[in-house]
């Protein structure tokens, strides 16, 4: 499976943008999210479709990301293990 191309992340150009405002992630590569300098958040693509592989307790948890609910879902579940949504 291979990390995700510019155009599959176009894709999830919505989720993209509401992880980006969530507090003490950085972004060094489009669609790769760190979590104070150590790897945190990035997403592959095959022919099944779109996942994103996400650090939950040290060990990456795979979630398929192809639907809005799928995407509603990982959101919901990074805001539980670290991020504060930004104000003003």
């Not at 980006?20 to 790769?32: M, N, Q, V």
């Amino acid at each position: 499976m291979k990390h995700a191309g510019d155009d599959a992340l176009t894709t999830l150009a919505d989720l993209l943008d509401a992880i980006r405002d969530c507090e003490g992630l950085k972004e060094p590569k489009r669609g790769t999210f760190y979590r104070q300098s150590s790897g945190f958040l990035h997403f592959h693509e095959d022919a099944a479709g779109l996942f994103a592989d996400l650090k939950v307790d040290g060990e990456y948890q795979r979630f398929r990301v192809n639907t809005v609910a799928e995407r509603r879902a990982l959101l919901r579940r990074i805001v539980q293990i670290t991020c504060a949504p930004r104000h003003g």
